[in-house]
C-alpha cells in the first residue's frame, strides 16, 4: 500500500465517525495531501491529453464533462493498464464509459476485471458497466464465464446487461442458467434483459 492510499483509507476512517476537531483538522491536511499526490500520480496523462488540446486537473473532469473526448480514447487505454491507486484507476474506467470507446475498450477492461480482486465488488462494477458501454459482439462470448461464475457476485450486472446486443440461444441458456443466483441484482438484471430481448416473462 503506497503513501496515496495509505491517506485513502485513513481519510475514510475519518469520515465516517463523528470528529474531535483534532480529527476534522487531520482529515483536512490528508485531504490537501491527498489532493497533491493524486495530481502528481496522473501528471504523465495529463501532460499527454494536453497535447490533444484536453486540459484536465483531475481524471474526473472527464468523467463529468458533457462534452465528448475521442482524442482521449487512446490515452485513457494506455493508462488503464499502469498501476494507479484505486480511486484514479476507477476514474479512467469510468472516463472510458463512453461510445468513443465502443470497440476498442472492452477486451482492456475485461483484463482489468479479471485481474482486480473479488473483494473489490464497487471496483469491479464499474469495470463491467464500462464493458456493458463499450463491448461489441466479437467479445460477448469472452464475459460468459464471467457472468456464470456466482463467486463474481452482484459486480456482473454490467456483463448481464451486455448480452443483450446479441440474442441467440446460446446467450439465452447463460441467461436462464444465472437465473439460478442468491444475488437478487444478478436475478433482476437478468430478468431485465430475457424480458427485452426474449420476450420472457419471470
Known sequence: ???LEKLEKRWGELVGKPRTS??????MAISKR?????????QELTDELLGVGIKIKSIYDLVNTKEKYPKAIPFLLK???KKYSDITKEGIIRALSVKEAKGVAA???IK???NTPKEKEDFRWAIG???????????VESILPIVLDKSNGWSRE???FALSIVKDDTIKNVLIQAMDDNDKVIREAVKKVLKKIYFMNL
Open 1 to 3: 500500500m503506497n503513501e
Open 34 to 42: 491527498i489532493g497533491e499526490l493524486r495530481s502528481k500520480e496522473y
Open 107 to 109: 477486451p482492456l477492461l
Open 22 to 27: 483534532e480529527e476534522v483538522e487531520e482529515s
Open 112 to 114: 482489468e476485471y479479471l
Open 79 to 81: 493508462h488503464l493498464q
Open 158 to 160: 454490467g456483463f448481464i
Open 129 to 139: 458497466n464500462a464493458v456493458w458501454t463499450t463491448i461489441t459482439k466479437n467479445e
